[in-house]
């Protein structure tokens, strides 16, 4: 029973808060490609502008939370989710509606996102320095162990408070998004003109405002999917860098264009890492006394090491492409 619990903290728990990290971030993207038919590169910077933001609001406003009994920065996240949707708006109109204006291929709005990434990264980096910072500005992490009703069970599962807000707020947005798309009129606009563009704007659909309202979407998801895995961890300037590849592979995996596939692919990609990295041999200890030696003495049974577990999505990433490219629920093909 040990050795299930310590599988329950490694993988169950793990893999689903980095699932629901993933899943928050290929939303946006998959947004953003059905509409805009564009890979957007700059997301992971918009997550990580999203967590700057809810730093310097919680630096500045640090009791904000101790009225309501959460972390300031869950109090002030709705104030970072709405200046990241207008930085989202803002790189729209200044960035990609001219070249969409003049009529550009694709492959030009992805390279114009390229130098947004480099853009933004150089603008956190200036502001907030290279080191990390907490999210905990006003009160510690609240860590959670719970013993379970089992004899000789020694090690409590352990999850965090930020852990248990990720859950809630990842099944609130996507149940949210989810009545959004089919049920108000703006979300059928939206899906309409992600099936048909050139139909959707003869039919009357304002084009304008929908790509706007995707932006503002993908910009507040951002925010919250860069501000949870923040408070979980820690803050940092690099924050986009290990999260673009995973997010991007978790979309591709889910079908691009399908935003409840990139949820599922979410979870895919982020317990596929999650199992990858895992020490099977901790649950091979009950059974030492009847396997072979030389598994009995292997230290430490990982598919591969944790430095290398970035390698993952991107194997995930190029069998998908190559076996299915529409992904699991058939989304558009790149």
Do not use: C
């Amino acid at each position: 029973m040990n050795e299930l619990v310590f599988f329950i903290n490694n993988v169950v728990i793990a893999g689903s808060v980095t699932g629901s990290i993933y899943a928050i971030g290929a939303v946006g993207v998959t947004l953003i490609f059905s509409i805009m038919r564009f890979a957007h590169f700059a997301h992971g910077d918009m997550m990580t502008f999203g967590a700057f933001m809810v730093l310097l609001l919680a630096s500045a406003f640090p009791g904000a939370g101790s009225a309501f009994g959460v972390p300031a920065a869950l109090v002030l996240l709705p104030v970072a989710m709405a200046l990241t949707a207008l930085l989202a708006v803002g790189i729209d109109r200044a960035f990609y509606k001219p070249l969409r204006a003049h009529g550009v291929k694709p492959i030009v709005l992805v390279i114009g996102s390229l130098g947004v990434t480099l853009m933004l990264q150089g603008l956190i980096r200036l502001f907030s320095g290279t080191g990390g910072s907490s999210l905990y500005v006003d009160d510690r992490k609240e860590i959670f162990r719970l013993a379970l009703p089992f004899e000789g069970v020694r090690a409590p599962v352990v999850i965090t408070e930020p852990q248990l807000w990720l859950f809630v707020i990842t099944l609130a947005a996507v149940v949210g998004l989810h009545f959004f798309l089919t049920r108000s009129r703006l979300g059928k606009a939206m899906r309409a003109m992600s099936d048909n563009p050139d139909l959707a704007q003869a039919s009357g659909i304002n084009t304008n405002t929908i790509v706007a309202v995707t932006w503002v979407i993908a910009g507040g998801l951002a925010a919250i999917a860069g501000t949870l895995l923040s408070l979980d961890v820690t803050f940092k300037p690099d924050l986009s860098f290990f999260l673009l590849l995973p997010i991007f592979a978790a979309a591709i995996v889910g079908g691009v264009g399908h935003p409840f596939g990139a949820v599922a692919g979410g979870f895919v990609v982020g317990f596929a890492e999650t199992l990858a990295v895992f020490n099977w041999s901790v649950l091979l200890r009950p059974f030492r006394d009847s396997l072979p030696e030389w598994l009995t003495q292997a230290g430490n049974l990982a598919f591969v090491g944790t430095e290398y577990k970035i390698v993952v999505p991107f194997f995930i990433l190029v069998v998908i492409l190559v076996w299915r490219p529409t992904g699991i629920f058939k989304g558009k093909v790149i």
